[in-house]
């Protein structure tokens, strides 16, 4: 009783602290007119089993999250019969892209705040069978709710940050707490495995399983598509094109000074820059018109027909643009305030990647791309000399473009693995042996 308390107590401090920020992001942005009201559990659909068959609740936080359980959720509606899949998110961008990438899925809801009275309104309204959590968002409540329903929690695509792997073990009773409502934890890599096993969590619930990402890379678009696509960004024949995916603040200023040089220099040189996050595409419009370039953006085109730089001011853009790439820059490496991004997105298509020194977030991709020499991971100060390296050596692009697909294609299979884990905790699922069942109210 007393932990639950505490727990409440300092997740509402939390709560205060993060309050005025959030309020900021309303007032200036728009963020969170919807997720925050739906996050107190208002409006969340009665959800009910189809003709006896599980419930399954799915949790993915990010846009990458999204794409990586895609084909697990697909998998998994295919193996069993009349199951019912209910897709979490926590942002409004969360939720646009579980709805778009996830469409299969029967319900999409927003995740409950981890308060004890928003936890348990929501779950007055479902009684999943199955909970599967993606990466590492862990929600105490959340989770202690599922397994006093009688779900089975599993986590998928595991992995910690060395950062949260110290605040868990600094937290050991808590942590010993959380991790104990986890029936089974599918990680990417022995690094995560080794670090879940320093929290404290037992060997017997942990597997390798890979990274879910290996098996959710885009599709090549058609050539038609292609064309069109080349036709409104304005790209000829005779264009190099830079794109320069999931960029934070402050790496496009960085990497606008860094590259102005090599635009005035190479009138073929097209950059396409795709920030991470929605609410600053006005900040980098006004930074690319400082330096004075000429650029069109996704949303309102452009004034010239051959514009230098194209801002790509909306979501779900990115991934077909890789495609357009003879090299590819994977940004939020070069500030330590994030990690690193998804390198495969680009590799996928055989693209050359750059990436900058921060990968600690990805460190199983990092560490495979450079075994495999599929990246150059280089400084900010050196990225203008390695663009212009590569601009004159087409033959270390193609290198680099085949050691990606040979890593790309030896990392595929996660999906497999990891129902296979699934099917072993939860066989009666797959033989869909449950009776009708619905939610109480």
Known sequence: MWFSLLYEVVLFLLFLAALPKALYECLRYGKHKTNFIKRLGFGFPKISAKNGG?????????????????????????????????????????????????????????????????????????????????????????????KKQGAISVVVNGKVSSESEKMFCRFSAFTKRMFSLVDF???????????????????????????????????????????????????????KVLVIGSTHDPEEEMILHALAPIIATHPELKLIIAPRHPERFEAVALAIEKHGFSYGTWTKGSRVAHPQIYLIDAMGILRKCYQLADIAIVAGSFTDKVGGHNIMEPQAFGIPVLTGPYMFSQPQLIECALFYNAILQVEGSELAKTIQQLLREPETCKKLGRCSLDMVEALKGATNRTSDKLYNLAPQFFACNKQPKQATI
């Not at 926590?90 to 409950?112: F, M, N, R």
């Not at 934890?185 to 619930?205: E, H, N, T």
């Open 185 to 239: 934890l599918c990680v990417q890599s022995d690094l995560y495995k080794m670090r879940f096993l320093k929290m404290g969590v037992p060997a017997s619930k942990i597997a390798v399983t890979g990274n879910l990402k290996c098996d959710s890379l885009p599709a090549p678009i058609s050539d038609s598509e292609l064309a069109e696509l080349k036709s409104r960004i304005g790209i000829t024949k005779d264009d």
């Open 54 to 146: 599980p419930i399954i609740w799915v949790h993915a936080v990010s846009v990458g999250e999204c794409h990586a359980a895609n084909p697990l959720i697909k998998r998994l509606q295919a193996q069993i019969s009349d199951v019912t899949i209910v897709v979490s998110s926590v942002s409004e961008t969360g939720h646009a892209e579980a709805k778009k990438t996830i469409h299969t899925a029967d319900y999409h809801v927003y995740l409950p705040f981890d308060f004890y009275f928003c936890v348990k309104h929501v779950f007055r309204f479902v009684s999943p069978d199955m909970v599967i959590l993606c990466e590492g968002d862990f929600w105490y409540r959340f989770m202690k709710e599922a």
